[in-house]
């Protein structure tokens, strides 16, 4: 049995206290922290936590703005082996109390501002400890801190031991917890930066949320094992961006962030010259906005797929063909397939669930054993929920969720077809396919099309142009215009809102 610390922080630090002097993170203020102090500052919050009573296991929430400090705050838990569980500041209290009852952590680190109703929340359920850490760094956390042990033994993990705890945002039901190990993590994190080549002298530009598994694993993990400097944004700012581009080498961001540099005419190759890697996932990136970066920045940006439960499960390739409208291939060590209903695995060309097994596969849902046996094929697979197709290389197409399949009339209608249509039509930004009850059809197909200037279109010359495309099954019956598509913290359209929306039209 091998006897090395599969502590993902014992991981990471083996790779960064190599170069301790180096900038490990700078603000967009020019404020610098090394790797020495990454290490110092997260050896005093692990030993605070460790003093406060936590041991192994124990989950700590967190609630807090993005910087510098949240990062470490991150590591010094999986450094003591605590379960990090990161909340969006965007939860409500009502949420929050949910996660705090759901979790019981043994210890809640929040907003300054909204201590009060946090220690309010861990009275009633029995959390002894909330601790504050501001967007300045400053706080309880900060304070107690201070006088801390500067040194502290990252806590031996084997390899399934729990790293962190992330709810998904699932649109029916409550959030569920994703238990991910700190092997989970740390094979996804070491297959990512293999595959898209991290070499010394990389920076990498972060502009990333921290309570997500793309900003705080996929970007972090990465930079972190290459001993890179990051520039850490507190959060998208084109401007900022534009300005930090220069002195970076690769960017990690959801379309939107694309769509946004591309809405500014003074984006162009000028501001990309030293760039090597522009990342795109969480949500689909569209062909028009893959072709207009190439045109603008004659970069090809590269599109990944992955999932809360999973981090990065396939990606385009660095050398070789990156397609547009694609996630590319399954990541090495993880095995995909398509499969119809009845679990049969599909060829090329055939839409069906994606399921997949591989080291980076969650280790099931928190206190959710039915819903984990459910999500997970007799033969070890997790279901992913997403619809795909498979093409003769092997590069796979993400349809969409099977939750927002729409049955109309017994024909299966997958959003994402229908979208590519009218996404093709001049004038038209983007748009989304929903399914809304009808009495006749079971589903009627809808769409909701953002189409600024208008270009002369019409509900009727939408459906119009589409029945020439499309089957007839597939035409929307409605057609809403909109000037933007209602979306979360992550880029990602909320169907459900748009299908609850649309419900009575
Ligand atoms: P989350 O758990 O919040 O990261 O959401 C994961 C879901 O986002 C996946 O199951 C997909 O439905 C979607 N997703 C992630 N990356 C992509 C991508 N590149 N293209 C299309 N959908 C994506």
Redesign the pocket.
Same mark, same amino acid.
């Given at each position: 049995m091998s006897t090395t610390n599969a502590n993902l922080y014992a991981i990471l630090a083996d790779r960064f206290m190599a170069r301790a002097a180096e900038p490990a993170v700078i603000t967009p203020e020019g404020v610098s922290y090394t790797y020495a102090d990454v290490d110092r500052v997260s050896a005093r919050y692990a030993s605070l936590l460790v003093g406060l009573g936590l041991t192994k296991g124990d989950r700590v929430a967190v609630q807090v703005e993005k910087s510098p400090e949240a990062l470490f705050l991150y590591l010094a838990c999986l450094r003591a082996g605590l379960a990090y569980l990161p909340l969006n500041t965007a939860y409500p209290e009502a949420e929050l109390d949910y996660f705090i009852e759901d979790a019981e952590p043994g210890a809640v680190v929040c907003r300054p501002e909204s201590e009060a109703m946090v220690q309010g929340l861990a009275a009633r359920r029995g959390v002894a400890n909330v601790l504050t850490l501001g967007g300045d760094g400053g706080g309880s956390l900060a304070e107690r801190a201070a006088n801390q042990s500067e040194s502290f033994e990252t806590v031996p993990c084997a390899e399934e031991d729990l790293a962190a705890i992330l709810y @998904? *945002?699932g649109t029916t039901g409550r959030p569920k917890g994703a238990m991910l190990s700190h092997l989970n993590l740390s094979s996804n994190a070491i297959t990512l930066h293999r595959v898209w080549g991290f070499r010394d002298g990389d920076v990498l530009l972060h502009a990333l949320p921290l309570f !997500? @598994? !793309?900003g705080l694993f996929v970007a972090c993990h990465c930079a972190l094992l290459n001993a890179s400097t990051m520039y850490l944004c507190p959060r998208f700012d084109a401007d900022v961006v534009m300005r930090l581009l220069p002195r970076s080498t690769v960017f990690m961001g959801v379309p939107t962030f694309y769509t946004r540099l591309l809405a500014r005419p003074e984006f162009g190759a000028e501001q990309c010259s030293g760039m090597r890697l522009f990342v *795109? %996932? *969480?949500?689909?990136?569209l062909t028009q906005t893959f072709e207009e970066f190439q045109a603008r920045t004659g970069h090809t940006i590269l =599109?990944?797929? %992955?999932? @809360? =439960?999973c981090g990065m499960s396939t990606s385009n390739p660095l050398d070789g063909a990156r397609k547009a409208g694609t996630?590319g291939l399954p990541l090495p060590g993880v095995s995909l397939r398509v499969v119809d209903e009845s679990g049969k695995a599909l060829g090329p060309g055939e839409v069906g669930g994606i399921e997949f097994t591989g080291p980076n596969v969650f280790r099931g849902y928190w206190r959710r054993p039915e819903k984990t046996a459910e999500d997970f094929t007799a033969d070890g697979y997790f279901r *992913?929920?997403?619809m795909g197709v498979l093409d003769e290389d092997g590069y796979v197409s993400?349809v969409g969720?099977s939750k927002d399949l729409i049955i109309s009339g017994g024909f299966n209608v997958y959003p994402k077809e229908v979208e590519r249509c009218i996404d093709d039509l001049d004038g038209v930004v983007e748009s989304a396919v929903v399914g809304v009850s009808d009495a006749d059809f079971g589903e009627r197909v809808t769409a909701v099309v953002v189409a600024p200037d208008g270009h002369g279109l019409s509900e009727d010359g939408v459906i119009a142009a589409l029945k020439t495309r499309l089957a007839g099954y597939k035409v929307p019956k409605r057609v809403f215009f909109v000037d933007e598509l209602p979306r979360n913290a992550?880029g990602?359209v909320q169907k459900n809102v748009l299908r609850d929306r649309y419900e009575s039209a």
């Open positions: @998904t *945002s !997500h @598994t !793309h *795109s %996932g *969480s949500a689909p990136l =599109e990944r797929y %992955g999932m @809360t =439960e996630v *992913s929920g997403d993400i969720r992550m990602k």
